[in-house]
């Protein structure tokens, strides 16, 4: 259902009704309405279609939106934020975090890494994200290395682990660090 409402669809709609109301109009000679919609209408059905060949659809949310909205606004805003962009229509892209993922070095032009849900989770440690690749022709091996580097890369103070699902897809999770509790003053002169 989600899909039927994309911002490509609506707008290849929308043009094309007003192409059809223009060619009525034209056929009928209402000259006052044949004109406007069908020099408007056309060039809109065209702008949809070209749309629609670009068209990335958002990424499924496993979590509703409004769940987790109060351990959203206490975690870190870098997270909101990467949840908020995956999971809205992207145009001209061939995948979400396109550009992150070629920073970080895992991009494959041929066949890119695929994000396929994202998932809010409000563990003990904070707020953080579980993101399910489809790792296409990046080896699972190169996203091990880059383990480390993930941790820092969308925010700092996160822990990021790989878990392997299949030989094709890959769970990334973001989560804040767990550090222990600095002792105080007072606990250190005793011992």
Not at 39 to 46: D, S, T
Not at 157 to 178: K, N
Request: with cysteine; hydrophobic share 40%; aromatic share 8%.
């Amino acid at each position: 259902m989600k899909d039927l409402f994309s911002p490509g669809n609506l707008i290849t709609v929308s043009g094309a009704v007003l192409t059809v109301i223009g060619a009525i109009a034209y056929g009928t000679g209402a000259a006052n309405l044949s004109v406007p919609t069908i020099f408007y209408g056309f060039p809109i059905f065209i702008g949809g279609l070209a749309l629609k060949t670009s068209e990335l659809p958002p990424a499924k949310r496993v979590i509703p939106a409004n769940q987790l909205k109060l351990a959203r606004e206490k975690g870190a805003p870098e997270l909101g934020k990467l949840v908020g962009d995956v999971t809205r229509w992207r145009y001209g892209q061939k995948a979400h975090l396109e550009t992150s993922l070629e920073v970080l070095n895992l991009w494959d032009e041929d066949n890119p890494p695929q994000l396929l849900e994202i998932e809010e989770l409000d563990t003990p440690s904070g707020y953080g994200v579980r993101m399910r690749f489809q790792i296409g022709g990046v080896s699972i091996n190169r996203w091990q290395e880059k383990e480390d580097r993930l941790s820092r890369f969308f925010a700092k103070g996160l822990d990021a682990q790989l878990i392997s699902c299949s030989e094709e897809e890959l769970d990334l999770i973001l989560q804040p660090t767990t550090t222990p509790p600095l002792a105080s003053k007072s606990e250190n002169e005793s011992t």
